[in-house]
């Protein structure tokens, strides 16, 4: 009997130890995933940057309206005088890769309807862009236009001819200061940033943003004098930005 008894507690001596490896193999397993899943060491910043850029291209938006009983001689004659306003603006130095018709429309107009002289006329309208770079002509191009037949001068909008390269500095500008505050909330914190984990541009902007005299502040008058039109000191193109930067 007391063969068995100390046979029976070396078993449970075995089993003791057995479960004692098991719970150290555990606590082990649990300590490395705790480690492996673990948060990075980071700061979050945001940043916004506005710098501005002196305007070099103006863009002069022209109407051309024409009316007429006979839908294709509407047509025509609108096409006419459309060509005069070309000519008047490439008589000023203008190359045809600043014009664009932008829009082109013929369409049927009753008056006096419901009376003995109903009737049905048809009409044809142009919008022409002209994209001007020597600021000194805006005013005698819409002068000039107007003097070859434009019937509308919607205004005159001022805007940058490179936008890309106004944002990539904008971005520039902005990376730049959430640096300095990832810069400054690290030193604070007794560390210093090591690496960029994630950059985000905010927003779908970021385009500088044109300016536009209004066609009611134009000072002529049936194109009798040349249009006073001054061009703003700056276009502001604004961004921003969120950064994750890494720090140890």
């Given at each position: 009997m007391r063969k068995s008894g100390w046979v029976v507690g070396g078993?449970?001596?075995?089993?003791?130890?057995?479960?004692?490896?098991?719970?150290?193999?555990?606590?082990?397993?649990?300590?490395?995933?705790?480690?492996?899943?673990?948060?990075?060491?980071?700061?979050?910043?945001?940043?916004?940057?506005?710098?501005?850029?002196?305007?070099?291209?103006?863009?002069?938006?022209?109407?051309?309206?024409?009316?007429?009983p006979d839908g294709e001689a509407a047509l025509n004659e609108n096409s006419r005088t459309t060509n005069v306003v070309l000519a008047a603006m490439k008589a000023l130095g203008i190359t045809e890769r600043d014009m664009e018709t932008t829009d082109l429309r013929v369409a049927a107009q009753t008056i006096n309807r419901g009376t003995s002289a109903e009737t049905t006329i048809y009409n044809a309208s142009t919008?022409?862009?002209?994209?001007?770079?020597?600021?000194?002509?805006?005013?005698?191009?819409?002068?000039?236009?107007?003097?070859?037949?434009?019937?509308?001068?919607?205004?005159?909008?001022?805007?940058?001819g490179d936008p890309a390269g106004a944002k990539k500095r904008a971005l520039q500008a902005a990376v730049q200061s959430a640096r300095a505050k990832a810069d400054a909330l690290a030193e604070a914190a007794g560390t210093t940033v090591t690496g960029v984990v994630q950059i985000r541009e905010r927003g779908s902007?970021?385009?500088?943003?044109?300016?536009?005299e209004s066609a009611r502040t134009l000072a002529y008058d049936h194109a009798a004098a040349l249009p006073s039109v001054v061009p703003p000191h700056d276009i502001e193109t604004q961004v921003a930005i969120s950064v994750i930067w890494s720090i140890g």
């Open positions: 078993i449970v001596g075995l089993l003791l130890i057995g479960f004692s490896v098991v719970g150290a193999l555990s606590a082990a397993g649990q300590s490395t995933a705790s480690t492996e899943g673990g948060l990075a060491h980071t700061i979050s910043v945001s940043s916004f940057a506005t710098i501005s850029t002196t305007p070099d291209e103006a863009v002069i938006t022209f109407g051309i309206h024409t009316d007429n919008t022409l862009a002209v994209t001007i770079h020597d600021f000194d002509v805006i005013g005698r191009a819409i002068h000039d236009g107007v003097q070859a037949g434009a019937t509308r001068v919607s205004g005159v909008r001022f805007q940058v902007g970021g385009n500088p943003r044109p300016y536009f």
